[in-house]
């Protein structure tokens, strides 16, 4: 049994796959698996994965049709075999000492998962670190709830939309448990950001978890990756996401924070679509203001509880004031470059 399987799902990222691969492969921690997950990808990546395979026999490679991100991290379950499981996107990378310290302060503090901090690139070659953490920290038992929602967003009148990054990239969790629970990925297709429901699936069976301050992922700046491309049907994501994690958590606590989720996501969403060049702009704000799901998330999130650039947003949006929003969006906009 390896110490960790490190599965990288793989969709046209030929120009990334050694800068991750390499990082990976020369982990201070040897005794790792690395199964890299070939999702249909339609450029050289899956010679590329056949030839690592041939190289390190720590290396499994699956080849299969394209559905995405998540399913592609569910095939690597399928066929895990190590003491934890971790997942790196392939077109990031991660520093050398990552997984042997992840590894060593899990068995160290006998926790159920262990997270790092991690730097951002926010421009080509400027990057900014996470800081989530001021010095490592453990949360144990009825703890690791709180960490939890802290980590769908942040509870009612706090000025941050979250305190605790929900990408499932910078840490490592027990394989025994992703089984006892039959813990998977939703697809991204359906939902948004499919990290979260998997986040709460793990840690509502967690008994403790550490998260270290230091920072050893790379999350990398790439225009072509799918999380950076505008789609108008991601409002629908956003409602599918919120449906199904208030099927999981719907406890007032819980609620308050999947629609302060919810919120910043669809504003992100506006002030996103405020800034595309699509000719039909406002019909789309104003067939999403005028959605049934506002009169359910106004009867439980309070304007008030929300920091007044957000709050302002929230309340055009509540009385579908179209037009204010669309340009509320366009001078926020100008103001956050």
Known sequence: MPKISIIVPIYNVEKYLDRCMQSLLNQTLTDIEIIMVDDGSPDRCPQMCDEY??????????HKSNAGLGYARNSGLEIATGEYVA???????????MYESLYVSAKKENTDAAFCGFYTEIRKGKWVESNEVSENKVWENGDVRSFMLDMIASAPYEKQERKYQMSVWHSIYSLAIIRTG?????????????????????????????????????????????????????????????????????DDASKARIDRLFIGYCRSFVYRLANSDRKDRIKVLRGILSDYVWKDV?????????????????????????????????VMNVLRK
Not at 200 to 219: H, P
């Open 87 to 97: 997942f790196v996107d392939s077109d990031d990378y991660v520093d050398t000492q």
């Open 53 to 62: 395979a041939k190289k390190d026999s720590r290396i499994k490679v699956i």
């Open 182 to 250: 039959n813990i998977r990925f939703y697809s991204e297709r359906e939902i948004v950001s499919e990290d979260i429901p998997f986040q709460i699936d793990f840690l509502q069976r967690a008994k403790t978890v550490i998260y270290l301050q230091k920072s050893y992922y790379r999350y990398c700046l790439n225009g072509t990756s799918l999380t950076k491309k505008f789609k108008i049907d991601k409002y629908n994501g956003f409602k599918n996401l919120r449906r199904l994690l208030l099927a999981k958590q719907n």
């Open 298 to 330: 106004k009867s439980s999130y309070n304007a008030k509880w929300l920091p007044l650039y957000a709050r302002i947003c929230y309340l055009l949006m509540l009385h579908h004031k179209t037009y204010l929003v669309y340009f509320y969006a366009k």
